[in-house]
């Protein structure tokens, strides 16, 4: 390779200094989870120093996210994004983005232009569909076939699974009022929804400016987790669902197959009392042992 091919490469050649030029976004490997240890820059590197005083290099500049898992210190200087364990929680946010706000105001000029919007959600129709979407249908209407659409997958995944679905009903303030189906949803989706917000925060953007989704502080997350929610999360779900009914399964199975021999079962004991004890002799004095 010729040396001005390389310098065209990494930048402008400026009296003798080349300027690297950031990788893209989408060129970077997606996410490094670091946890027990301390962050540090040394020689202008990122490493990672664990108790024993082993230093890892950590090549910030070719990641899309770096999470910080329990167990980690880190200057404020250096904070992104904080996060739980597997990065399914985020508890706070540094400098989102490396203190940029070339992509929020992309972000948000796309949001505020109904046109672009519109482009925006057909683009995650098609992703998350496969397909395209319907011509000559408004935001509103797209939303409204989506939400059509994302039913007939809760059915049909359900059913794969055998899980008995009535539908996703829960009550934020009343987690033990849904069924085990929809609280296994929950917990799965806000687990993606926190793995969403990290990504999100950490390339720059904002939770609040959403397309499909409006008016909700995480409307942005909800709009790209959806994207990955039916082939992650929700098959996830309704396979730990029907773990759970299975198991429900054993003690009615246990009296349906009992209930084939034909002989009557036994009453059910009365309210508040123990089920008799056979009469058992001690010694010679007649008195139950």
Known sequence: MRAD??????????DGYVPLRPIAIKDRAAIVFLEYGQIDVIDNAFVLVDKAG?????????????MLEPGTRITH?????????????????????????????????AALDEGAR???????????????????????QLRGIEGARVRQSYRHIAALHGVTWIGRRYDANSWSAADVANRCLSS????????TEAAVLAAG?????????RGKPLSFVYDIADLFKFETVVP??????????????????????????????????????????????????????
């Open 118 to 140: 519109l482009k925006v959600v057909r683009r995650m129709y098609s992703l998350r569909f496969g397909e395209e979407a319907p011509a000559r249908r408004s935001v509103d």
């Open 236 to 289: 996830a779900a309704f396979s730990v669902a029907a773990r759970h009914e299975r198991v429900e399964r054993i003690i009615p199975s246990i009296a349906e197959v009992l209930a084939a021999s034909g002989i009557d079962p036994p009453d059910d004991a009365p309210e508040g009392q123990p089920p008799a004890l056979p009469e058992e002799v001690s010694g010679n004095d007649g008195h139950r042992g």
């Open 188 to 195: 799965a989706t806000s687990c993606l929804y926190g793995l």
């Open 77 to 109: 200087a250096a904070v992104m994004v904080w996060v739980g364990e597997g990065g399914v929680r985020v508890y706070a946010a540094g400098q989102p983005g490396g203190a940029r706000a070339d992509r929020l105001l992309y972000q948000a000029k």
């Open 205 to 213: 953007y904002a939770p609040a400016i959403g397309f499909l989704h």
């Open 5 to 14: 091919d390389a310098a065209s490469m990494v930048g402008t050649v400026s």
């Open 54 to 66: 082993v230093r890892v290099q950590v090549p910030i500049g070719g990641l899309a996210c770096l």
